[in-house]
């Protein structure tokens, strides 16, 4: 799934209940903060990939994109599967990371793979130690990093 602008639109209107896989590539757009009514609206997600492999410079999202009254129900009935792909080590993607991990009660695996240019920045012991430190909700989670 592109995100487009006019995609972020439709996936806070449209009940996506049968939807059980879904892969993401982020575009220009402010994709971040049409995510949670998104999982809302996906009730039986179990495998959520977000790729940021094509993603030049991921957009900045508000600073209330996962505020919400409530959690979405697949984060605490069925997302076992998280994968991160183009981890640059960006506020927004810390962001992403710190919200799955410490929302999703089922999670079994959460795998995230670093961007090349990760691995020259001089803060990436910093930033893989963060990134092991935020804390689960799912205490049987693995947390595998790949590069």
């Given at each position: 799934?592109?995100?487009?602008?006019e995609m972020i639109q439709c996936c806070s209107t449209?009940?996506?209940s049968r939807l059980t896989k879904c892969k993401i590539f982020p575009s220009d757009s402010e994709w971040m903060d049409s995510l949670v009514p998104f999982l809302q609206n996906t009730p039986n997600l179990n495998f959520l990939i977000v790729d940021y492999t094509f993603t030049?410079?991921?957009?900045?999202?508000?600073?209330?994109w996962s505020e919400s009254n409530y959690d979405?129900?697949?984060l605490s009935t069925s997302l076992e599967k998280f994968e991160l792909i183009g981890y640059g080590g960006r506020d927004e993607?810390?962001?992403l990371v710190d919200y799955i991990l410490t929302k999703s009660i089922c999670l079994e695996t959460a795998?995230?793979?670093?961007?090349?240019?990760?691995l020259e920045l001089e803060d990436k012991d910093t930033r893989l130690e963060e990134l092991k430190a935020i804390?689960?909700?799912s205490i049987t989670s693995q947390l595998?990093?790949?590069?």
């Open positions: 799934m592109l995100l487009t602008d449209i009940k996506f030049g410079r991921p957009p900045i999202a508000s600073s209330s979405p129900k697949c993607e810390q962001e795998k995230i793979s670093l961007r090349s240019t990760f804390p689960r909700a595998l990093l790949k590069t």
